[in-house]
Nanobody, 124 residues
């Protein structure tokens, strides 16, 4: 069982920055692929970014060049640095773990464990 706890959400301004963190329990974090998803009211949950255990990364087109996903295996933590925020980034952000670890899957079905979510609100 893996527990994921997100932090760092809140209110940001358009053009500003926020950093999300997600701490995972367990001793095999380095073997997981990790993803960040987001869900706006009335919309589906979609991939934002993912990082495989190899360090390879995936970004959704809507955030590419603005957001950066990274991981610190010594701290069992994955980060999402969000720069140049836009009002359309407003959503609940979830981190998720894919215990197969090999690829940066964009499908929520491939992620076995989920955090509780953290709200990000961007004002214009």
């Amino acid at each position: 069982q893996v527990q994921l706890v997100e932090s760092g959400g809140g209110l940001g301004q358009a053009g500003g920055s926020l950093r999300l963190s997600c701490v995972a329990s367990g001793r095999t974090f380095s073997r997981y692929a990790m993803g960040w998803f987001r869900q706006a009211p009335g919309k589906d949950r979609n991939i934002v970014a993912a990082i495989a255990m190899s360090g390879s990364r995936y970004y959704a087109d809507s955030v590419n060049g603005r957001f950066t996903i990274s991981r610190d295996n010594a701290k069992n933590t994955v980060y999402l640095q969000m720069n140049s925020l836009k009002p359309e980034d407003t959503a609940v952000y979830y981190c998720a773990a894919d215990v197969t670890g090999w690829s940066t899957s964009t499908s929520s079905n491939d992620y076995s464990y989920w955090g509780q979510g953290t709200q990000v609100t961007v004002s214009s």
